[in-house]
């Protein structure tokens, strides 16, 4: 399913057993988010000198100026609980 930039997009393995993702959840990282978070072209294009940095840093600074790291890091240290529907 695409997701749009203001939404989150999660892929699951359906085999795994739910506490075993619980646990893989809980084992991820602020570090790990961040790595993996990227912008898309409007973004890197709002850069007043995007032309002359290499994508990866204009990941680098779009990350530090737009991430809250101290918001990640409090989302990230909430309880995360198993809740079956169906």
Known sequence: M???GNELAV???LR???H???DKING????DVLARMSFDTDAVES???HQTLPPELQQRV????????AALRRVMEC???VVFVG
């Open 2 to 4: 695409p997701s749009e």
């Open 11 to 13: 892929s699951i393995d």
């Open 16 to 18: 795994m057993d739910a």
């Open 20 to 22: 075993a993702l619980l």
């Open 28 to 31: 991820v990282a602020v570090e």
């Open 47 to 49: 850069l007043k000198f």
């Open 62 to 69: 779009l990350r530090a100026r737009l991430v809250d790291r």
């Open 79 to 81: 309880e995360t609980k």
